[in-house]
C-alpha cells in the first residue's frame, strides 16, 4: 500500500469515528430539553408561593441553563474538541442542585435581602451609637514619672532585718604629724604623734513598703489586658511612695529615714538659684571632702524656669555659657545631670554624692501577688492583689548632701 493509499484509509477511519461520536452525542442529549422542561415545571410548581422577584430570577435560571446547553451543545459538536471526563449529565445535574437549594432556602425565609435606606432616619434605628463605636482593647496608663531616686543610688542586699554598718567619724590626737630624733639626746626623742581613728556603730532598719488593691475575679476575667496593666500600674505607684521617702521620710514609725531630713544646709552667700546649686555642689561638698558630686535633683516647674532664663535687661534667653546646658533635651548645670522629680518642692534643691552618700538596700524584693482568699473574697469572688518590698536607706554620709533654696529665704 502506497503513501496516497495509507492516507485515505486514514481519513476514511477517522470520518466513520467522527460519526459515531456524533451519534453518541446526540443519544445521549436526545430528549434533554423535554426533560428539563419538566423539571422546569415542577419547579415551578414547587415554588408557587414565591413573590414576582423570586419567579423572574427563576425564569433568569431557565433561560441561562437553555443557553447554556445549547453552547456547550456546539462545543461538543465542534471539530477536534477534546472531551471533558465530567460528564454533561452531571454537570448539568450539579447546577440545578445548587440553584434548587437556593430557590428553597428563599422559600422558607432565608434569603438574602438588600434594604434600601434612603428612607430610613436614625430615630428609626435603636440604639445606633452602640454599633457605630469603634472599641480599642488596649487600657491608656496614667502618665507616670520616669524618673525614681533608686536609679541613682548605690544598691545592696541584706538578709537581716536590720542593717548595722560601722560609719568612721574622724580622728582624735595630734597625728600625723612632724617628728625628728633628739640628736644630742636620744633618750629625750618626743614620742611621734599619734591619733585614732573612731568609728560609730550605726543601724537602718528594713521597712515595709507595701500597698493592698481589691477587683472583682470578674474584671480580671473579662478584660483580658488588666492583670498585664497591674502588673506595671501596681509597681509605679509603691516606685512613688519609695521615693517620697528616700527624699522625704522621717524615720518614725516604719517610714524610712531620707536623705533630706539628715541634709546639710546650704550654707553659701550667693543669691541666684544657679549659682547657689554649683556652690553647694563644688564649694560646701568641696569643703566637706567630697569633690565627687553626681546628681542635682529639682523640681520639675523649677528646671523650666532655669532653662528659660531671661537676661534682665535685653529679655534674651541667657543661659550662663560653660556652666549650663541643655544636653539631649536634659539640664546639665556645673557639669552634673539634673533630675526632675516632683517630691522636691518647688523652689528647693537636693544636690550631692548619691554614689557613696547613700544606698538603697533591699532585703524583699519588689513582689506582686494575687489572692482569691482574703476576709470575704470568697463570699464576694473578690480577688487581692498585693504589692510590696522590704528595703533599708543606710546613709554612710549625711553631708554627702546638701538641701537649700534656690532664691536667699
Given at each position: ?256 529615714n531620707g536623705l533630706i531630713n539628715t541634709a546639710e544646709a546650704y550654707n553659701g552667700s550667693y543669691l541666684i538659684g544657679i549659682e547657689r546649686i554649683i556652690d553647694a555642689a563644688y ?70 554624692d548619691f554614689v557613696r552618700g547613700a544606698a538603697l538596700v533591699t532585703r524583699s524584693a519588689m513582689q506582686l501577688r494575687f489572692f482569691d482568699q482574703n476576709k470575704d473574697n470568697v ?31
Amino acid at each position: 500500500m502506497d503513501q496516497k493509499e495509507l492516507i485515505s484509509a486514514i481519513e476514511e477511519k477517522v470520518e466513520v469515528a467522527k460519526k459515531n461520536w456524533q451519534k453518541e452525542v446526540e443519544d445521549k442529549t436526545k430528549g434533554f430539553e423535554s426533560k428539563l422542561e419538566k423539571a422546569i415545571d415542577k419547579l415551578v410548581e414547587e415554588s408557587k408561593g414565591f413573590d414576582a422577584k423570586n419567579e423572574e430570577k427563576f425564569n433568569d435560571f431557565k433561560k441561562s441553563m437553555e443557553k447554556d446547553f445549547d453552547d456547550l451543545a456546539l462545543k461538543m459538536n465542534d471539530k477536534g474538541q477534546e472531551l471533558k471526563h465530567v460528564s454533561f449529565k452531571d454537570a448539568v445535574a450539579k447546577g440545578v442542585e445548587k440553584q434548587l437549594e437556593e430557590i428553597k432556602g428563599n422559600a422558607r425565609g432565608r434569603r438574602e435581602t438588600i434594604i434600601d435606606l434612603k428612607s430610613m432616619g436614625f430615630e428609626n434605628f435603636t440604639n445606633y451609637d452602640t454599633f457605630t463605636q469603634d472599641i480599642r482593647n488596649t487600657v491608656i496608663p496614667t502618665m507616670e514619672e520616669s524618673f525614681h531616686v533608686r536609679n541613682i543610688l548605690s544598691r545592696g542586699t541584706t538578709t537581716g532585718a536590720t542593717l548595722y554598718y560601722p560609719k568612721a567619724t574622724g580622728k582624735t590626737g595630734d597625728g600625723p604629724g612632724a617628728w625628728d630624733y633628739n640628736r644630742s639626746t636620744v633618750a629625750s626623742t618626743p614620742a611621734k604623734p599619734a591619733f585614732a581613728m573612731n568609728f560609730e556603730r550605726m543601724a537602718a532598719p528594713v521597712e515595709w513598703i507595701a500597698g493592698i488593691l481589691t477587683l472583682p475575679i470578674e474584671m480580671l476575667e473579662d478584660l483580658s489586658w488588666l492583670t498585664s496593666y497591674l502588673a506595671t500600674y501596681a509597681p509605679i505607684e509603691l516606685l512613688k511612695e519609695e521615693d517620697d521617702q528616700i527624699l522625704n521620710g522621717d524615720g518614725t514609725g516604719n517610714t524610712l529615714n531620707g536623705l533630706i531630713n539628715t541634709a546639710e544646709a546650704y550654707n553659701g552667700s550667693y543669691l541666684i538659684g544657679i549659682e547657689r546649686i554649683i556652690d553647694a555642689a563644688y564649694g560646701q561638698l568641696g569643703q566637706d571632702n567630697f569633690d565627687m558630686p553626681t546628681n542635682v535633683l529639682l523640681n520639675p516647674r523649677d528646671i523650666v524656669d532655669i532653662m528659660l532664663n531671661k537676661a534682665a535687661g535685653s529679655q534674651e534667653y541667657n543661659l550662663p555659657e560653660g556652666a549650663v546646658g541643655i544636653v539631649g533635651g536634659r539640664l546639665q548645670i556645673g557639669g552634673l545631670t539634673v533630675n526632675k522629680t516632683n517630691k522636691i518642692t518647688q523652689g528647693d534643691f537636693l544636690v550631692g554624692d548619691f554614689v557613696r552618700g547613700a544606698a538603697l538596700v533591699t532585703r524583699s524584693a519588689m513582689q506582686l501577688r494575687f489572692f482569691d482568699q482574703n476576709k470575704d473574697n470568697v463570699e464576694k469572688n473578690m480577688m487581692t492583689i498585693r504589692i510590696e518590698e522590704r528595703v533599708a536607706l543606710p546613709k554612710f554620709y549625711e553631708n554627702a548632701f546638701i538641701y537649700g533654696t534656690l532664691t536667699e529665704s
